[in-house]
């Protein structure tokens, strides 16, 4: 591993504060590594992240993997800004529209409302009027269309 980092022995038994010949020991598996030094080891070589926080995210092949197992390659991490951005604008449009916070099922009022929208009687057929009768011959019909209204 400290070839990894581009250490020599020496560099390395200098940064651990122990001589050459302790390294040498633990290289050739004479002794143990110490615990602590083995950790800082992989961190320094990317291996792992440090703290609790990070429990279950780990490097593989350069890339990062999520505690379910998702990739994140550097790539992904450009996006990042940009979904923020795009989360702000969107809580301050729902700011604008609604008086409010952001609309969502957890808040009072919130959640999906059905097409009509709010305040707007849903008027009741006449007996025997059939769903489609206003609808034009030519128009397509779907099944089990869902409307849902945000507004």
């Known amino acids: 591993m400290r070839l990894n980092l581009g250490w020599d022995r020496a560099t390395c038994a200098k940064n651990f504060h122990v001589t050459?010949?302790?390294?040498?020991?633990?290289?050739?598996?004479?002794?143990?590594?110490?615990f602590t030094a083995y950790k800082l080891l992989r961190l320094l070589n990317r291996m792992e992240l440090?703290?609790?926080?990070?429990?279950g995210w780990y490097f593989l092949g350069g890339t990062l993997?999520?505690?379910?197992?998702?990739?994140?390659?550097?790539q992904d991490g450009s996006w990042?800004?940009?979904?923020?951005?795009?989360a702000a604008m969107f809580d301050q449009l729902c700011t604008r529209v609604h008086g409010g916070g952001t609309v969502g099922a957890?808040?009072?009022?919130g959640g999906p409302?059905?097409?009509?929208?709010?305040?707007r009687e849903r008027g009741r057929r006449p007996h025997g009027a059939s769903r489609g009768a206003a609808r034009s011959a030519a128009a397509p019909r779907f099944i089990n269309r869902t409307y849902l209204y945000r507004g």
Do not use: A, C, F, Q
Request: net charge positive.
């Open 20 to 34: 050459e010949r302790t390294l040498h020991n633990w290289e050739t598996g004479k002794n143990d590594i110490p």
């Open 50 to 55: 440090p703290g609790d926080s990070w429990h």
């Open 65 to 74: 993997y999520t505690p379910e197992g998702h990739p994140l390659t550097g």
């Open 80 to 86: 990042w800004s940009l979904l923020v951005r795009r």
């Open 106 to 109: 957890r808040t009072p009022g």
């Open 113 to 119: 409302r059905l097409r009509g929208g709010p305040g």
